[in-house]
């Protein structure tokens, strides 16, 4: 097996475990799956299922993720990136068309890993990650008002305004316990850590405020209550019901989860990769949540990731191999089992105060804000992908955020192509660098020759810069050189730009030189055809021997070199000239 595609509980195995790393696994992954019991649940109710289909993610695609995962200690589960899309799917398809699309996510996401994407995933803009994230908190945190205050609500609309209008419709049926329970549970979340880390502050809040609304019999609504008892057993493995039709409507959906679990996971695993300074294999890690994934919705579960704050809460407590994710999900097994039932207690306004907490944790306004001073071009993807995000459509705000993204990228780099007469710029003392040995301008060009250069990339999006630029030549030359010694590759669209060129050329009898041709657009030049049509004594690795070139086409003796040749980069390092 390739060694990229093995995952790390097998590395770790091979390597050996010793009983100390063992102890400290066993030890962060109890820990840490006690801190994933309030979370599982919050996250599911807050998706629009039921609480205890949480706590089968958990145990279910956290177990798989670490068993198969290409980090050493990333724990998955439910997440809060997934609220926003996963309300939205289960709100028009009910959960079928939930599973029909989490299924559909793993099998993109194991192709992806197969397909070595792993290190491409991790290349979506910044400013699009930074602003749905951005987005999915603001949303996370206006849908816990309901539960927060606990306002007299049969129904919450799923659409954001339509939400607002409906919170502050209703905004004189507030329960005050409700608002004291949940700034009591926000309070405890944020001051316990002076205490102590060992214990999770979300756990004490739980005990401590759903004791407090029994003993004192508060009159708030709790799990119980809105959702009835919380099962304490796993359920039967079974396939959801699945059309052809359903998985064509859910297939835009499954790509936004695929998408939305390979960043994070990936994001995830390189946080743990700075905290443990070693190195996780991303193919592997798409392939496990892809794995995590088909399972969980056969447990009636929902879409699972990497969990950055889980992962780091084991990496400090001592977690060191995949045994510790295994035993995080083990743990919560054991303790919906015994304990599943007194889950039903729990009050509403407890887990809107955690999941309060985690939206404002999500957000990082501090990145938020500072991308405000980058370029506009980031700022105008970064508020795009934010509001569309709110205001529309988790999938559509990634969809047109990477587009638009990669449209301004495109813009950018031809902006840095240049394509440059520079026969003109040497006659009229413009050489944007006179010093370079290389320069045009320590050499004789013949009359009846004209040079051009491009530098930087030759793509579609400078193609139609350099036919402009070709233009401005006036008459008709006998000799045309191109110096290509800047350009490291060559699409179709600036493949057809130079047959253009050609062809114009060959009409008005010009002979067409290229110089200084990279390994890629010559590979180009041969597959198309235009490297026997422009013939390969026209196509030469300097300047200097293209300029002889066309010499002894116009009838002249060759010029020596303007003293000793030296390279800019070797022919070794693949730098023509």
Not at 479 to 497: F, K, Y
Request: aromatic content about 6%; some cysteine.
């Amino acid at each position: 097996m390739r060694a990229e595609f093995t995952p790390k509980l097998v590395t770790a195995i091979r390597e050996g475990i010793t009983s100390r790393q063992l102890t400290q696994d066993l030890m962060a992954g109890v820990i840490v799956g006690v801190v994933a019991l309030p979370l599982a649940i919050a996250f599911a109710i807050a998706s629009g299922v039921k609480p205890e289909q949480g706590l089968y993610t958990a145990i279910v695609a956290g177990l798989l993720i670490s068993l198969l995962s290409g980090s050493r200690v990333q724990i998955g589960g439910p997440t809060g990136a997934f609220i926003v899309i996963v309300y939205g799917i289960v709100e028009k398809y009910g959960y079928d068309g939930l599973a029909t699309a989490t299924l559909l996510a793993g099998g993109l996401l194991i192709a992806m890993g197969l397909a070595r994407l792993g290190t491409v995933i991790k290349y979506i803009p910044y400013p699009v990650t930074v602003g749905f994230t951005a987005g999915i908190a603001l949303i996370i945190m206006v849908g816990q008002i309901r539960d927060f205050f606990g306002l007299s609500m049969e129904k919450v609309p799923s659409e954001f305004i339509e939400k607002v209008e409906a919170f502050g419709a209703h905004a004189g049926s507030v329960n005050p316990w409700a608002a004291v329970i949940a700034v009591a549970t926000v309070l405890t979340i944020l001051l316990w850590p002076r205490l102590t880390h060992r214990v999770p502050g979300s756990l004490v809040a739980i005990i401590a405020t759903t004791a407090a609304v029994q003993l004192l019999n508060i009159p708030i609504e709790t799990i119980g209550s809105r959702f009835g008892e919380v099962p304490n057993t796993l359920p039967a493995p079974h396939l959801p019901n699945i059309s052809w039709e359903l998985c064509r409507q859910m297939f835009s959906p499954a790509l936004t989860i695929a998408i939305l679990a390979g960043i994070e996971s990936l994001l995830s695993a390189v946080v743990a990769d700075g905290m443990t300074e070693r190195r996780h294999r991303s193919n592997m890690e798409l392939i496990a949540q892809g794995v995590a994934n088909l399972a969980s919705p056969i447990f009636g579960g929902i879409p699972a990731t990497g969990a950055i704050a889980r992962t780091a809460t084991n990496i400090k407590n001592g977690g060191c191999t995949p045994i510790a994710g295994i035993v995080h999900a083990v743990t919560l097994l054991l303790i919906m089992l015994f304990f599943g039932k007194w889950a039903a207690l729990i009050p509403m306004a407890t887990l809107a105060g955690i999941l309060a907490i985690v939206a404002w944790n999500m957000s990082e306004t501090h990145l938020f804000i500072k991308m405000f001073r980058g370029p506009k071009s980031d700022i105008m993807v970064l508020i795009s992908t934010f509001l569309l995000t709110v205001l529309v459509d988790l999938t559509v705000a990634i969809q047109v955020g990477v587009v638009l993204a990669a449209l301004l990228f495109m813009r950018r780099m031809a902006d840095v192509t240049q394509v440059g007469y520079v026969t003109h710029m040497v006659n009229d003392d413009e050489e944007e660098n006179p010093n370079d040995p290389l320069s045009l301008s320590r050499r004789k060009v013949p009359a009846g020759v004209e040079v051009f250069e491009v530098s930087g990339p030759f793509f579609f999006g400078a193609a139609d810069k350099f036919k402009n630029a070709i233009r401005a030549v006036k008459g008709k030359p006998r000799i045309l050189i191109l110096r290509m010694r800047h350009v490291l590759s060559l699409d179709a669209t600036a493949m057809q730009a130079l047959e253009t060129v050609y062809t114009r050329t060959r009409r008005e009898q010009t002979t067409l030189i290229l110089s200084g041709v990279h390994a890629q657009p010559l590979i180009v030049l041969e597959r198309s055809g235009l490297l026997d049509k422009i013939g390969e004594d026209n196509i030469h690795d300097n300047i200097d021997d293209a300029l002889n070139r066309a010499r002894t086409l116009l009838d002249l003796p060759p010029e020596p070199r303007p003293g000793p040749f030296v390279p800019t980069v070797s022919r070794e390092q693949g730098h023509p000239e």
